[in-house]
């Protein structure tokens, strides 16, 4: 089998097609950016498949990281992932960045509960909880950061995200410290693809996975125009 994955949610612009055959990836690119995903996507996911060997009709699935993360990085991912999807006839899968961030220290089960972190900006991050094994312990919501490290309940915990520095900075003092602290501005593409194969196209679906609103707010006074639906 053959997956592309596709991550832009977050601060980089990423593809890789993995080969469930050899599970490897035969071809990957990241490069790191907080704008400008929709100029590079395209021509990165173009060297990738090159890269691959393969063609877009030889693909078995896509996919695509679906949030939370920046608004305009996540569309950008998802019309691509959908895109490429309709014209090769293939399934699209979506998978939530706070779960890609977890897969790879779940797989290797060591024992901790893990919480995914992701910066939402103005003392807020969107997070999960799962215990060592995947089970949900806090289902993935946006709150202050004080109610997030409340989570210390559970036990030293493995923080990864790019908001994990961020929670061990104000870790409570009287709870047992993290484990470990990956600070990682995007989930490894690897892992996504990965998902992407564990996943089921008939529920997970390649749609935006918000837990907020955005920032940006209408102006008073100003004529509202409609608005597609994701």
Not at 8 to 35: F, N, W, Y
Not at 105 to 122: E, N, Q
Request: proline letters at 9%.
């Amino acid at each position: 089998m053959f997956i592309l994955a596709i991550d832009t949610a977050l601060d980089a612009c990423a593809a890789g097609v993995l080969d469930t055959r050899t599970s490897k990836l035969i071809a990957h690119e990241s490069q790191p950016m907080k704008r400008g995903h929709a100029e590079a996507l395209m021509p990165l996911i173009a060297r990738v498949m090159a890269g691959s060997g393969i063609g877009f009709a030889e693909l078995d699935r896509v996919a695509v990281t679906t949030g939370p993360g920046s608004f305009t990085g996540l569309r950008v991912g998802l019309s691509a992932a959908r895109g490429i999807g309709l014209a090769a006839g293939k399934p699209v899968v979506g998978i939530t960045t706070l779960t890609a961030y977890a897969a790879p220290i779940v797989s290797r089960d060591a024992g901790h509960p893990v919480i995914s972190a992701i910066d939402a900006r103005h003392d807020h991050v969107y997070y999960q909880v799962v215990s060592s094994d995947g089970a949900s312990l806090v289902r993935p919501r946006v709150a202050p950061i004080d109610e997030a490290l409340q989570a210390a309940e559970f036990g030293a915990p493995h923080l990864v995200g790019n908001a994990a520095g961020i929670l061990a900075a104000r870790w409570p003092a009287d709870a047992p410290a993290p484990v470990q602290v990956d600070e990682q501005p995007a989930p490894e593409i690897s892992w996504l693809a990965w998902l992407g194969v564990a996943s089921d196209p008939a529920t997970a679906l390649a749609r935006p996975y918000y837990l907020r609103a955005p920032d940006a707010k209408p102006q008073l006074g100003a004529v509202p125009h409609a608005v597609a639906a994701p």
